[in-house]
């Protein structure tokens, strides 16, 4: 199926820089965006030759302002933030150099962002508090995309159709790239993995993906007797595709404070002024707000770039036929009863409700009368003898 016609810029937009990117595979970005070549090659050289003017509807105002705040540039700059509220001097100037580089700039130059800023605090578009908020944090992040994606839910909301919508959001921890932002109807397994095969299929499969410790993820105060903890078919599904799914500590949401720090900004630049007649008419708005954070909106975390400048596709494709288990040769291999069990040298060990039916892997360590049990690639919990 091709673009949907409703977003058909937005994944234009992000097709293209992401097919610019170094060692990009052109067929296999093409056959996740479900076009042909052909039309992939069009709108990338378009692009490479017109930048973003040429796949987009933008202003073709022509260049014939002086370098001067006169009431044309200021009139743009106020506009520029109040269509985006939430926008500081630094991203709008971000903003202003990029449509430099893409010829859609419609003055001869650019203001510092000094200058920005007098033009916002002498219109009363900054407030005392936001000048006191602003201060520096030290960040962590991991080395390359797709290393780990985090995964959450915001806080539901009504819809004017007396329905709750319940935002999932998939953010790579790297780029601060949005994977994945859904008006949900629920928080159901099943419309987390419906949503989770869109975007594998998409953009690949990550190395591990982080969440908290609720469901349907996680499995909290689901303990077994002997206080080892139990997973979820969610996560032992995602073992199945070999990804390592962890979990934040309880009671910790700082543990994934890039996700927190994603539905503030969503909070802020979205929900927090407009209402939706219902899911579609959200999921609409969803799509076009997610374009604008992934291609257009300068990120302070990373440089003030935008996210998909720092984002690549994963190598490793989604397969739609689960691959088979293979265990090595020297494994003890043990099959889970329908009590989540297993049984190992005359004793019973939990396993997890999740894994009944399947088999197990059981490997010695390097400590006399200590096992590991592995399902597929990961480890699932120890075995100690004493």
């Not at 990338?44 to 260049?63: C, H, Q, T």
């Not at 007396?162 to 998939?170: D, F, H, K, R, V």
């Not at 099943?190 to 908290?212: C, H, Q, T, W």
């Not at 009671?251 to 909070?267: C, I, S, V």
Request: proline share 5%; glycine share 4%.
């Amino acid at each position: 199926m091709p673009f949907e016609s409703k977003t058909v810029m937005e994944h234009r937009l992000e097709f293209c820089m992401l097919a610019i990117k170094e060692k990009a595979n052109m067929s296999e970005l093409c056959k996740r965006y479900q076009i042909s070549r052909p039309v992939g090659y069009k709108w990338l050289n378009r692009f490479s030759e017109y930048g973003i003017a040429g796949i987009v509807d933008l202003s073709r105002r022509p260049k014939k302002s002086p370098f001067r705040i006169n009431p044309d540039l200021e009139q743009y700059l106020l506009s520029l933030r109040k269509e985006n509220p939430e926008w500081g001097a630094k991203k709008v100037h971000k903003i202003l150099t990029n449509q430099e580089k893409t010829g859609s700039y419609p003055f001869e130059n650019i203001p510092c962002k000094n200058t920005i800023t007098s033009v916002f605090a002498r219109n009363g578009l900054i407030s005392e508090e936001k000048r006191m908020k602003s201060q520096r944090w030290q960040r962590f992040e991991y080395e390359e995309p797709n290393a780990l994606w985090q995964m959450d839910f915001k806080g539901y909301f009504k819809l004017l159709d007396q329905s709750l919508c319940y935002p999932l959001t998939i953010l790579d921890d790297h780029s601060r790239f949005n994977i994945g932002l859904f008006a949900c109807k629920n928080e159901q397994r099943e419309s987390v993995k419906m949503n989770l095969i869109a975007v594998f299929r998409k953009y690949g499969l990550p190395e591990k993906m982080l969440f908290d410790n609720g469901s349907p993820w996680g499995a909290a105060g689901q303990e077994t007797s002997d206080q080892l903890r139990t997973f979820t078919s969610l996560e032992k599904w995602l073992i199945r595709l070999n990804i390592k799914p962890i979990h934040g500590h309880p009671y910790h949401p700082q543990t994934q404070g890039k996700e927190e720090r994603f539905h503030r900004t969503l909070k802020a630049e979205v929900l927090k002024y407009e209402q939706f007649k219902n899911h579609r008419h959200c999921q609409d708005r969803f799509d076009k707000w997610r374009e604008k954070y992934n291609c257009q909106r300068p990120h302070e975390a990373i440089g003030q770039e935008v996210p998909v400048t720092r984002y690549k596709q994963s190598t490793r494709s989604y397969p739609e036929v689960l691959p088979s288990i293979e265990y090595d040769s020297t494994d003890i291999i043990r099959k889970v009863d329908q009590s989540g069990i297993i049984s190992f040298k005359n004793n019973e060990f939990h396993i997890g409700k999740a894994f009944i039916g399947d088999f197990v892997a059981i490997r010695s360590t390097n400590l006399e009368y200590h096992y590991d049990v592995y399902f597929c690639n990961h480890m699932i919990r120890t075995i100690n003898f004493h």
